[in-house]
T-cell receptor
């Protein structure tokens, strides 16, 4: 158990819909990172927040957005969903290294 | 940009030793990480190298040569549960995000 929590574990939705993924970092960690992992693809960095502020951005689509709240939990919002958005979405928080949450498996039908 | 290469697949025998190589090209190198990932599960941290040399942790060791842009993960006394993907990742100065290779799928056979 990494100490990073993510909900929901699974999410099935239809194209065009909007979903919100939630992440709580390990106690004491200020940074949250979001990654996308599609089938047979490596982990792709989406975005990082540090203590409520956006710190770094990867190849995150304009349809995707994120925020980090004062209690340090983070939400990743995915809108106008397409079939290709089906993937595992991980968040991680960092101390000496990045520790990953269990992930949310998103299926877009 | 950054480029990280690792073999796509490897097979090894239970009880043996296997070495998984990773080469990288990046600017502002700040460290190299190895993660283990079982199918459908979260990556699990294995090791971190920032200086040249070998870091040993139980059955797993990781080596780094910064001048050659090269690392390897060495797994000894292989067990069936070691069948997983092994991900090499690089971090850079001024940016804490990790850039991952596509991973090496290791299959352990009896």
């Amino acid at each position: 158990d990494s100490g990073v929590t993510q909900t929901p574990k699974h999410l099935i939705t239809a194209t065009g819909q909007r979903v919100t993924l939630r992440c709580s970092p390990r106690s004491g960690d200020l940074s949250v990172y979001w990654y996308q992992q599609s089938l047979d693809q490596g982990l792709q960095f989406l975005i990082q927040y540090y203590n409520g502020e956006e710190r770094a951005k990867g190849n995150i689509l304009e349809r995707f957005s994120a925020q980090q709240f004062p209690d340090l939990h983070s939400e990743l919002n995915l809108s106008s969903l397409e079939l290709g958005d089906s993937a595992l979405y991980f968040c991680a928080s960092s101390g000496e290294s990045q520790f990953f949450g269990p992930g949310t498996r998103l299926t877009v039908l | 940009g950054q480029n990280i290469d690792q073999p796509t697949e490897m097979t090894a025998t239970e009880g043996a030793i296997v070495q998984i190589n990773c080469t990288y090209q990046t600017s502002g190198f700040n460290g190299l990480f190895w993660y283990q990932q079982h199918a459908g599960e979260a990556p699990t941290f294995l090791s971190y190298n920032v200086l040249d040399g070998l870091e040993e942790k139980g059955r797993f060791s990781s080596f780094l040569s910064r001048s050659k842009g090269y690392s390897y993960l060495l797994l000894k006394e292989l067990q069936m549960k070691d069948s997983a993907s092994y991900l090499c990742a690089v971090s850079n100065f001024g940016n804490e995000k990790l850039t991952f290779g596509t991973g090496t799928r290791l299959t352990i056979i009896p």
